[in-house]
């Protein structure tokens, strides 16, 4: 089992929401940042929203007021809440966590992240 297990992904029209969840394996929550990424094809992973270890939220100006992250330490599960979606927000969604954002601050870089799910396909459709 990997260690990040993204799940919630599909289809939905333009307009409605959707929730993703990600399921840690093996992984320590509260030491790591955590986050969510999204890549389109040909395109590097875009950093969209984070948790990072004190709990504060951080999120690329692309999703801000529309999608909503947050994790429960106790179920070992984070989560992307996504609404008002949008065709360009059809992407493959990953979860990622990693140790280095609270040393950088850059907790929406992908490089940062060294643990990662293998992404669930969103597609939103008009």
């Known amino acids: 089992q990997p260690p990040l297990m993204e799940s919630g992904g599909g289809s939905v029209q333009a307009g409605g929401s959707l929730r993703l969840s990600c399921k840690a394996s093996?992984?320590?929550?509260?030491?790591?940042?955590m986050a969510w990424f999204r890549q389109y094809p040909g395109e590097d992973r875009e950093g969209i929203a984070a948790?990072?270890?004190?709990?504060?939220?951080h999120y690329s100006d692309s999703v801000k007021g529309r999608f909503t992250a947050s994790r429960d330490l106790a179920r070992d599960m984070m989560y992307l809440e996504m609404n008002n979606v949008t065709p360009a927000d059809t992407a493959k969604y990953y979860c990622?966590?990693?140790?280095?954002?609270?040393?950088?601050?850059?907790?929406?870089?992908?490089?940062?992240?060294?643990?990662w799910g293998l992404g669930t396909q969103v597609d939103v459709v008009s």
């Open positions: 990622a966590a990693g140790a280095l954002p609270q040393y950088t601050g850059r907790y929406l870089a992908q490089r940062e992240y060294n643990i």
């Open positions: 093996g992984i320590t929550w509260s030491i790591y940042s």
């Open positions: 948790v990072d270890e004190n709990g504060i939220h």
